[in-house]
């Protein structure tokens, strides 16, 4: 009994270790693991997962191989050790429809998801990369899966073919190479080798994908920035209303007269720390969602218009007032996230009608907050909100099998 709750702590703390990122802590739990008990498949299958990020292939191979010799009648482990093998060998169409196998069988596999995601991202499905990618995070409670998966990059790993390697004393930890067969290889299809611009291209896009907050960090920091410019100009935490007319702010005589760039430069403009700092933990807190479900191009549409739209709105319903912050623009991010929970209510399960639920529950209770407390430009809100979620459903990238 005290030897099983050891193995388990061991594979909990590398399936934890994994998802964060943590790729040598994985390996050092599956090893202690492997010695406890040398003859387990899932042990095997997490260190080919916890060497595949190390980059350690002949180690992945072997463990892999290790995995199918132990569960030779088929079963989970085997056929996710079969997706790595094809993995390797940038079978990747292979390796996505045993993965889509595995998540069949074992649907909080959180590693199945993520390895997923990173498959169809490969093939250029970045809508339901994302979702996977989404999943992977929740089933992992946050987990992000960084730097698991091999580079773009070919990577050098040994053919197989004939018999597999014996694994001495039940352990994947050898490192010796299996002999090879050039002549037995499959041949790479020709999809699988993209010219030197598509590969710059497929390596920026990864690169941009490992940092799933970017652009919120970016407009976070952008607004920021601005504000304390500002507020060293105006020797205080607020902003002296000249300086924020004399840096952009919405106010509707100037735009009537033409000053229409005023309704863009007020979304980055705040009138107190308390102002900036609300709106940019709203966006801290929604934003990262909604770029990675549209992707980052469309996240910043959604951003950049819904913000515009409430401005307008503000400047046909109140036209006399000082306008500025960031609202509406995150109010469309808020639509544009109800949207999508709507919209994939059933790819979600039980998980997407609770977030549609929380959604509109937060949703009221911004809308009573700001029609009964003075001060709030509600009319942003209303706009950027719809305006977001009109957005939304035309940017709402098309995934095969989505029904509304």
Same mark, same amino acid.
């Given at each position: 009994?005290?030897?099983?709750?050891?193995?388990? @702590?061991?594979?909990?703390?590398?399936?934890?270790?994994?998802?964060?990122?943590?790729?040598?802590?994985?390996?050092?739990?599956?090893?202690?693991?492997?010695?406890?008990?040398?003859?387990?498949?899932?042990?095997?299958?997490?260190?080919?997962?916890?060497?595949?990020?190390?980059? $350690?292939?002949?180690? *992945?191979?072997?463990?892999?191989?290790?995995?199918?010799?132990? %569960?030779?009648?088929?079963?989970?482990?085997?056929?996710?050790? %079969?997706?790595?093998?094809?993995?390797?060998?940038?079978?990747?169409?292979?390796?996505?429809?045993?993965?889509? !196998?595995?998540? @069949?069988?074992?649907?909080?596999?959180?590693?199945?998801?993520?390895?997923?995601?990173?498959?169809?991202?490969?093939?250029?499905?970045?809508?339901?990369?994302?979702?996977?990618?989404?999943?992977?995070?929740?089933?992992?409670?946050? #987990?992000?899966?960084?730097?698991?998966?091999?580079?773009?990059?070919?990577?050098? @790993?040994?053919?197989?073919?004939?018999?597999?390697?014996?694994?001495?004393?039940?352990?994947?930890?050898?490192?010796?190479?299996?002999?090879?067969?050039?002549?037995? =290889?499959?041949?790479?299809?020709?999809? $699988?080798?993209?010219?030197?611009?598509?590969?710059?291209?497929?390596?920026?896009?990864?690169?941009?994908?490992?940092?799933?907050?970017?652009?919120?960090?970016?407009?976070?920091?952008?607004?920021?920035?601005?504000?304390?410019?500002?507020?060293?100009?105006?020797?205080?935490?607020?902003?002296?209303?000249?300086?924020?007319?004399?840096?952009?702010?919405?106010?509707?005589?100037?735009?009537?007269?033409?000053?229409?760039?005023?309704?863009?430069?007020?979304?980055?403009?705040?009138?107190?720390?308390?102002?900036?700092?609300?709106?940019?933990?709203?966006?801290?807190?929604?934003?990262?969602?909604?770029? *990675?479900?549209?992707?980052?191009?469309?996240?910043?549409?959604?951003?950049?218009?819904?913000?515009?739209? #409430?401005?307008?709105?503000?400047?046909?319903? @109140?036209?006399?007032?000082?306008?500025?912050?960031? $609202?509406?623009?995150?109010?469309?991010?808020?639509?544009?996230?109800?949207?999508?929970?709507?919209?994939?209510? =059933?790819?979600? #399960?039980?998980?997407?009608?609770?977030?549609?639920?929380?959604?509109?529950?937060?949703?009221?209770?911004?809308?009573?907050? /700001?029609?009964?407390? /003075?001060?709030?430009?509600?009319?942003?809100?209303?706009?950027?909100? *719809?305006?977001?979620?009109?957005?939304?459903?035309?940017?709402?990238?098309?995934?095969?099998? =989505? !029904?509304?």
């Amino acid at each position: 009994m005290e030897a099983q709750t050891d193995i388990q @702590t061991y594979m909990n703390r590398g399936k934890q270790a994994l998802a964060q990122g943590e790729r040598r802590e994985a390996a050092i739990a599956y090893a202690h693991a492997a010695q406890i008990e040398p003859n387990n498949p899932a042990v095997h299958l997490g260190l080919a997962e916890a060497n595949l990020a190390l980059g $350690s292939y002949g180690v *992945v191979y072997m463990a892999s191989r290790k995995v199918q010799e132990l %569960q030779p009648e088929g079963g989970v482990e085997s056929t996710m050790a %079969q997706a790595l093998l094809n993995l390797l060998d940038r079978r990747y169409d292979r390796a996505l429809q045993e993965v889509d !196998t595995v998540i @069949t069988q074992d649907p909080g596999n959180a590693y199945a998801h993520a390895l997923r995601s990173y498959l169809l991202r490969l093939n250029g499905q970045d809508y339901d990369a994302n979702l996977a990618r989404a999943r992977a995070a929740r089933l992992s409670y946050g #987990g992000h899966f960084d730097n698991a998966f091999p580079p773009v990059e070919p990577i050098s @790993t040994p053919a197989y073919g004939g018999l597999p390697p014996t694994m001495q004393n039940g352990s994947a930890g050898q490192t010796a190479e299996p002999t090879t067969n050039s002549s037995q =290889r499959e041949p790479v299809p020709t999809w $699988s080798r993209p010219n030197g611009m598509q590969r710059q291209m497929i390596r920026t896009r990864f690169a941009i994908s490992q940092h799933p907050r970017l652009v919120t960090n970016i407009l976070i920091g952008i607004n920021v920035a601005i504000y304390l410019i500002l507020a060293f100009i105006s020797r205080g935490l607020d902003i002296d209303p000249n300086v924020l007319l004399a840096a952009g702010a919405q106010y509707g005589p100037m735009v009537a007269q033409g000053e229409y760039w005023r309704i863009f430069t007020a979304m980055f403009l705040h009138f107190n720390i308390f102002h900036i700092g609300l709106n940019m933990l709203s966006l801290f807190f929604i934003g990262p969602a909604v770029e *990675v479900f549209y992707g980052k191009w469309r996240y910043l549409v959604i951003y950049l218009v819904s913000g515009i739209v #409430g401005g307008i709105v503000t400047q046909i319903l @109140t036209p006399n007032v000082l306008a500025a912050g960031a $609202s509406g623009a995150i109010f469309g991010v808020f639509g544009a996230l109800g949207v999508f929970y709507l919209v994939n209510r =059933r790819a979600l #399960g039980a998980y997407g009608q609770g977030a549609i639920m929380n959604w509109v529950f937060w949703v009221g209770i911004n809308l009573v907050f /700001g029609f009964s407390v /003075g001060g709030i430009g509600i009319w942003d809100h209303i706009g950027g909100l *719809v305006a977001g979620m009109i957005i939304a459903v035309l940017l709402m990238p098309r995934s095969r099998g =989505r !029904t509304l």
